[in-house]
DNA sequence: ACTTGACCTTGACGTTACGTAAAGGTTTAC
DNA sequence: GTAAACCTTTACGTAACGTCAAGGTCAAGT
């Protein structure tokens, strides 16, 4: 049997530019060439291509191949356990490199995590601000200028003993709202002893509360990114869930 | 502080066609361009390429990592995930390379020793075709016509129990001319019973044994390399080894 | 002032195993 | 006769540089 290259390529399961260029390099030349110039490959051909084909699956790379078939001494179990071992190696590297990737994953995680929580840090002054810029004037009316200052001065002043009762809250009010969302319900008990919690967490950021600021704070909760970010921690939807919470426990 | 291309290669550890490579595909532009052509870094670079080493040593590619980089919205982790997930691609198909090369490996050394037996099975009737021609006529004369030709005749029919007799004696003759050859002496008490038991097994072959056929198999051993590849098999030396004893045990 | 040696530049080829045109000749089927 | 399907060679592109080659620049020593 004769083939052309879209025979053999065919066959194969290989391009035709693949056997041109195993003919340009010599690995695999036609058995001849026809008056028009056409390779012609024959049975020969066709074993040795399988070889070929078989080494090459094996990683291989085609000067190697060439070597092992050119070679009239070639031990072929030789070569491959050459060839297992450069395998192993690689696969070593890689398995370095995935650790490595691993640890920078972590790493970079906890870095994001520790940032999130700066950044919090600050998103909370905002709050107080907020708080301040929406119903400053309103508070200052009703309990006087004194009153409000010393309340903002809380949070500043706060000494680590009361930050950490601060951290516990709002770790408690995770784990709650956590449990809330498993029930899928905003009016249920856990959802409200959440908004609880929240109200408590809130009380020692602003020294006057008050139902309309808390709803608008669970409002601007679930409108701001920042906010979000932060809550969705807990599980996606999660900001939106304490607003309803909040918004019914209000009422 | 600033640096040319090879302080900075110094310092990061790379090369500086690495750096001019770098400035050509965009990935680090120097921070300004010197009277005389000469490219100049600064301390935003050097902090750049640290980042660029760092990626680079985790084996992202360039572009991935100009990506990454340029990118404004660029999210580290999710970037350094995907990757991993290459990268445990890339493994998965290595260890089913690896599993793939085992796979051959055993299989033609099974090959191989069955071929390596068949080829000996011919090379056995060689050297009773050789006893023949060197000894042939010298027995006849001593022993008749038909006595030799039973000889010959001794070996095809060979019965499949007496073959098994015939491999279970080689496997021996192995075992202990691998233990003498550890001693090193081909004179020594193992090594003279090796050839002794090399003696049997050649009875099975021969009718007729004399000590100069015997040293005379041992020299065609040693000389012929289809020989030496098959008892070279237990250690290398060991043909000659093999030579030497028996040549010590026909004295 | 001159030279030497260390530095810098751009340009270009080589590496692997082909993919992908482009430009042009051949064969086959209608 | 012609169009489709084949074949050919030539050559550029890929990733990330290594390695010349040819030539300009700078600091130091004579």
Redesign the interface.
Known sequence: MEYTVQKLGQLAGISTRTLRYYDEIGLLKPAHINSSGYRIYGAAEVDRLQQIM?YR???VNLDSIKDMMTSPTFD??KA??D??EK??E??AQ??A??N???K??SQ??RK?SMSDKEKFEGFKQILVDNNEQKYGKEIRQKYGEDTVNASNAKVKGMTEEQYADVQKLEDQLFINLKAAMETGDPAGELAQQAADLHKQWLCFYWDHYSKEAHAGLAEMYAADERFTAYYDKVQPGATEFLRDAIIIYIK
Do not use: A, C, P
């Open positions: 078989f699956e094996l990683g072929g179990t491959l356990r060839h297992r395998l192993l690689k696969r890689l398995d490199l995935i490595n990737v691993d920078s994953i970079t995680e994001m």
